[in-house]
């Protein structure tokens, strides 16, 4: 079965603080894994996908493909980064598989 | 480039009754798939139309059916609605290649709310 699993909820941290928004999947063959952010009153926008290999607003994911998992970091968080965070598989079908959404609120 | 359109944004409906839903995708874009956001169930894919084909399907009664027109633009129809439809209906488009996982880019969703 393909699943896509997000832990937490919330996640509160200071401003200036590293982020780690956990992602874990399960899925039998290669997939895509993508992270979407979801702004206050704004569309779901992407952020970034593993195959490109980018650095979106200093977010960064690395696909473990032995711990399946693809979490997103950030160094130093900003307050502007709060937001509620998907993380997405596609596999061989082109539909998105969301986790629930992990909440990141960013205190000054 | 104009992002993903829906139309309209807010929908209020009674139990029974029907709604049709409308998407505009990115120009150039030939996929249109469909999710359904609610706080229970999160985001859940509802259907994908390629070149006016329905080329995947998720787990929804068949109350829930689209269409796909020859310019891309897509449609979503609920029939004989209930209080459990309450939710916002997302679309998304993509390049949609074959064999492609191309990135999908969304609209502002329509929020339903069934009373």
């Given at each position: 079965?393909?699943?896509?699993?997000?832990?937490?909820?919330?996640?509160?941290?200071?401003?200036?603080?590293?982020?780690?928004?956990?992602?874990?999947?399960?899925?039998?063959g290669?997939?895509?894994?993508?992270?979407?952010?979801?702004?206050?009153?704004?569309?779901?926008?992407l952020l970034?996908?593993?195959?490109?290999?980018?650095?979106?607003?200093?977010?960064?994911?690395?696909?473990?493909?032995?711990?399946?998992?693809?979490?997103?970091k950030?160094?130093?968080?900003?307050?502007?980064?709060?937001?509620?965070?998907?993380?997405?598989?596609?596999?061989?079908?082109?539909k998105?598989?969301?986790?629930?959404g992990?909440?990141?609120?960013?205190?000054? | 480039?104009?992002?993903?359109?829906?139309?309209?944004?807010?929908?209020?409906?009674?139990?029974?009754?029907?709604v049709?839903?409308?998407?505009?995708?990115?120009?150039?874009?030939?996929?249109v798939?469909?999710?359904?956001?609610?706080?229970?169930?999160?985001?859940?894919?509802?259907?994908?139309?390629?070149?006016?084909?329905?080329?995947?399907?998720?787990?929804?009664?068949?109350?829930?059916?689209?269409?796909?027109?020859?310019?891309?633009?897509?449609?979503?129809?609920?029939?004989?609605?209930?209080?459990?439809?309450?939710?916002?209906?997302?679309?998304?488009?993509?390049?949609?290649?074959?064999?492609?996982?191309?990135t999908?880019?969304?609209?502002?969703?329509?929020?339903?709310?069934?009373?």
């Amino acid at each position: 079965a393909q699943r896509v699993t997000q832990p937490e909820k919330l996640l509160s941290v200071f401003k200036g603080a590293p982020v780690e928004l956990k992602c874990n999947y399960s899925y039998s063959g290669s997939p895509e894994l993508f992270w979407y952010v979801q702004y206050s009153r704004q569309r779901l926008q992407l952020l970034l996908r593993h195959i490109s290999r980018e650095s979106i607003k200093g977010f960064t994911a690395d696909l473990n493909k032995g711990e399946t998992s693809f979490h997103l970091k950030k160094p130093f968080a900003q307050e502007e980064d709060s937001a509620m965070y998907y993380c997405a598989l596609m596999g061989s079908s082109y539909k998105l598989i969301f986790g629930s959404g992990t909440r990141l609120l960013v205190r000054p | 480039k104009a992002g993903v359109t829906q139309t309209p944004r807010y929908l209020i409906k009674t139990r029974g009754q029907q709604v049709t839903l409308s998407c505009s995708p990115i120009s150039g874009h030939r996929s249109v798939s469909w999710y359904q956001q609610t706080p229970g169930q999160g985001l859940q894919f509802l259907f994908e139309y390629f070149s006016e084909t329905q080329r995947n399907k998720g787990n929804f009664p068949g109350r829930f059916s689209g269409r796909q027109f020859s310019n891309s633009r897509s449609e979503m129809n609920v029939s004989t609605l209930e209080l459990g439809d309450s939710a916002l209906y997302l679309c998304a488009s993509s390049l949609g290649r074959q064999g492609r996982r191309d990135t999908q880019y969304f609209g502002p969703g329509t929020r339903l709310t069934v009373l």
